[in-house]
């Protein structure tokens, strides 16, 4: 079993990244229940605007494409500004729109028998948004989303001190992660098992 792991951060690499920290402690969790993990870092990539899977010449998008085509389980980890997910996250999803024509050879959107969870960091309220506006746009693009398929780490309201700055909340946030993973794993095993079956003709 593959996982992809989209970290949304704004920071370049190799910049340290607050979302990628606790995303660290998912990525462990499946790769103890033998899970093969890659990581791409978003904002370090030419991801063109648009909602097309290739956007010409140069757009790195396609790569990722192919890295989402290939595993079983998607991560999409982002922070919290001005209490939404961030830009790049927004662009991520935008690009991951074309997926919802795309269709296997079954005729079901690619998406489909694929899970998908979400990873959260921020110093202000917000969490539960961030992860819902993330989880539905997943959703509607095929990916089955676990209960409890997320993970989150923030201080609480205005400014602070950030995840790699605070040990506050920690084991929590680490805790739910380990869940967060062994769900994501049981569900994408579950739809290996039993797939969604294609359309009726």
């Known amino acids: 079993m593959r996982a992809t792991v989209i ?3 704004l920071k370049p690499s190799p910049e340290p990244s607050n979302t990628e920290a606790l995303t660290e402690v998912v ?6 229940r033998g899970v093969e993990v890659d990581t791409v870092r978003a904002v370090d990539l030419d991801i063109r605007p648009g909602v097309q899977t290739d956007m010409g010449d140069g757009d790195e998008w396609p790569r990722v494409h192919r890295m989402l085509l290939d595993s079983q389980i998607l991560i999409i980890a982002s922070p919290t500004w001005v209490g939404q997910p961030s830009s790049v996250a ?3 999803l935008e690009r991951m729109d074309a997926m919802i024509s795309e269709t296997d050879d079954e005729g079901r959107p690619i998406a489909y028998n694929r899970v998908a969870g979400v ?4 110093n202000e309220d917000g969490a539960h948004h961030v992860i819902g506006q993330i989880s539905s746009a997943l959703a509607d ?3 089955t989303i676990p209960g409890q398929a997320w993970t989150y780490w923030h201080l609480g309201p205005g400014p602070g001190p950030d995840y790699l700055d605070d040990d506050k909340g920690h084991d929590w ?7 967060m993973a062994a769900n994501l794993v049981a569900v994408a095993e579950a739809l290996a098992a039993r797939p969604i079956p294609p359309p009726s003709q």
């Open 7 to 9: 970290n949304c951060t």
């Open 27 to 32: 990525t462990a969790e499946l790769r103890r």
């Open 90 to 92: 927004k662009r991520v």
């Open 119 to 122: 990873v959260n960091t921020g």
């Open 141 to 143: 693009i095929g990916y």
């Open 173 to 179: 946030a680490a805790k739910t992660g380990r869940a």
